[in-house]
């Protein structure tokens, strides 16, 4: 197998992770994806370091997503578009 090395600071990777996290639903695959698993094991080690609860969601979205939460209270994200 091909193995692609990736450099990329923690911001870029909350980029990526939130991205292909908002579309688990539509392409389930992306679980099996050892990218998508490596960028989440990497996240977790940021975040631990930084004394987030990585088992605790809120906490993790909030940090995921720069300190606000990902979605209003008493309300869902905004509806995107799903990746083709």
């Known amino acids: 197998m091909d193995q692609v090395h990736l450099v990329?600071?923690?911001?870029d990777l909350k980029v990526l992770y939130?991205?292909?996290h908002l579309h688990l639903v539509d392409h389930p695959e992306l679980l099996d994806v050892e990218l998508f698993s490596e960028i989440?094991?990497?996240l977790q080690r940021?975040?631990?370091l930084e004394g987030v609860d990585v088992?605790?969601?809120s906490a993790w979205d909030t940090w995921?997503?720069?300190g606000a939460?990902?979605?209003?209270a008493g309300g869902a994200p905004k509806k995107r578009?799903?990746?083709n």
């Open 8 to 11: 990329a600071d923690v911001a």
């Open 18 to 20: 939130r991205v292909l």
């Open 40 to 42: 989440q094991s990497r």
């Open 46 to 48: 940021a975040a631990r």
């Open 55 to 57: 088992t605790d969601h």
């Open 64 to 66: 995921l997503s720069g």
């Open 69 to 72: 939460l990902l979605a209003p």
């Open 81 to 83: 578009e799903a990746l």
